[in-house]
């Protein structure tokens, strides 16, 4: 059963970036839809980015568009998130998720394999 391993989470100011990784754990993200999810303290966990199978398509929560940017490097088996400009809105801890087929999914319910998480906390 593949597994994601989340890395590169921390604390940075206002403004700043960060970049984030996802890993396969025991298999490969060949067949996978990649995504991210974050939860803050408080709050629910809510969709960030995703990534089709292909790459060829990426989707972003609005709250993020155009500070973020999702890839993925099939060479590499690895998954990225980065973030510039980051504001202490985006304080959280970053969930990497796996959906099998070609479109990520952009609610829980349709996430196949969750990471552990690594936590971005934004400093103002």
């Known amino acids: 059963q593949v597994q994601p391993v989340e890395s590169g989470g921390g604390l940075v100011q206002a403004g700043g970036s960060l970049r984030i990784s996802c890993a396969a754990s025991?298999?490969?993200?060949?067949?996978?839809?990649m995504g991210w999810f974050r939860q803050a303290p408080g709050k629910e966990r809510e969709f960030v980015s995703g990534?089709?199978?292909?790459?060829?398509?990426?989707y972003y929560a609005d709250s993020v568009k155009g500070r973020f940017t999702i890839s993925r490097d099939s060479a590499k088996n690895m998954v990225y998130l980065q973030m510039n400009m980051l504001k202490p809105e985006d304080t959280a801890v970053y969930y990497c998720?796996?959906?099998?087929?070609?479109?990520?999914?952009?609610?829980?319910?349709?996430?196949?394999?969750w990471g552990q998480g690594t936590k971005v906390t934004v400093s103002s």
């Open positions: 998720a796996a959906t099998t087929g070609i479109i990520p999914a952009t609610s829980e319910s349709g996430v196949g394999y």
């Open positions: 990534i089709s199978w292909s790459g060829g398509n990426t």
């Open positions: 025991g298999g490969t993200w060949r067949n996978y839809a």
